[in-house]
Every structure is written in structure tokens, then in C-alpha cells.
């Protein structure tokens, strides 16, 4: 009787760790140390190893350091800066920018090559005034956390409806960052319009 050869478990990708890399934040001259690794210290690619590496900011990717991270994606591995050993890689890859990477490559901003290699699924994400029904769960969530531990803070309906009706052209980092500092504001446990400051977004007057 013939033995039958089963694929071995690989452990979900998700109870590992999320490795993030800011594409727009990479050193100067140094991008492929900060994407490879360099020497005995390993890069963000050996980190995530059989998990996600989340590049954010991706439309910020230097040129000079898109053909490095091509090469890693299509290689499926990294060489350390300084070192001539390839690594073997298994990450998923997750990208998030705001850009329109398409319009890029069409006028040399971005390669188009690695655009494709990275573009396997997509998903567009409405920015977060059109996402009404999100808006105040994550305000929610973000009041929870940042109120800490043992701690509960809510909205008043007046501060609500001021998180509803604002247009958030910062999306979500700009509605973290208005609760943030309500938390510093406020005096009590009930959060006020005022207590978020909220910047009314002025439409230039039309001639």
C-alpha cells in the first residue's frame, strides 16, 4: 500500500507579526539598508518571515530604491547589504498609498513593473466621509484607547454629531489625531465639540 505524502501546516500568517514599513520615511541614501537589512542585522522582509509586511506610503518609494524591492519581490529573497548570502522570503505583502500609481507610471514616477508585481488584489477605500457608518465607531475606538485603562469617556450627541458632519479630508489619521487631543482637552468624561477643535473646511468662493 502506497504511502500518501501530506503538505506540511504552515501557521496562519496572521498569528504573526506585523512588520510596517513608511516607504516615505526610508533613510536617504540608505533605503536599500532599511528594505534588505545590513551585516549581521536583518531587514524588514527576515522580519515578517511566514507573515505581513505592510508597506505604507507606498507611492513615496524612492526611485532609487524601487528596483531593490522589485528585484526582493521577484526574487523571493534578500541579499543583506554587506553581505552575499541570499535569505529565502515568505512574506505577504500589503501596500497602502493614497497616489494614483497608475497615473505615475505613465509619467516615469513610478515603475510600472513594480506596480504590477505589487497590484495582485486590489482595494479602494473611500475616504472616510463617505464612510458614515464607520466615522464614529472608530472615534469610539479611538477614545477608548487613548482614554486607558479602566477608564470611560464617551461623546456628547452635540460632540457626535460635529464627528459626523466633519468632511475628515485627512481621513483616518486626521480623526485619531482630533481625539487625541479632545482627550488632552476635555476636563471630565464626556467630550464636547469644542474639546476636538475641529478646522471647518473653507471651499475657495467661486467666481
Known sequence: MGSTKTRPVRPARASGPFVVVDCGAL????????LLGDGDTPGPFEHAAGCTLFLDEFGELPADAQPTLLRVLSRREVTRVGTATPVPTDVRVVAATHRDLVDMAKWDGFRVDLYYRVAVVRVELPPLRDRERDILGLAEVFLAELAGKGVSMSFSPAAQRAILTNQWPGNVRELRN??????????????????????????????
Do not use: K, N, T, Y
Open 27 to 34: 533613510p536617504r541614501g540608505r533605503e536599500a539598508e532599511a
Open 178 to 207: 482630533a481625539i487625541q487631543r479632545a482627550r488632552h482637552m476635555v476636563s471630565g468624561r464626556v467630550v464636547e465639540p469644542e474639546d476636538l477643535e475641529l478646522v471647518p473646511v473653507v471651499a475657495p468662493e467661486v467666481a
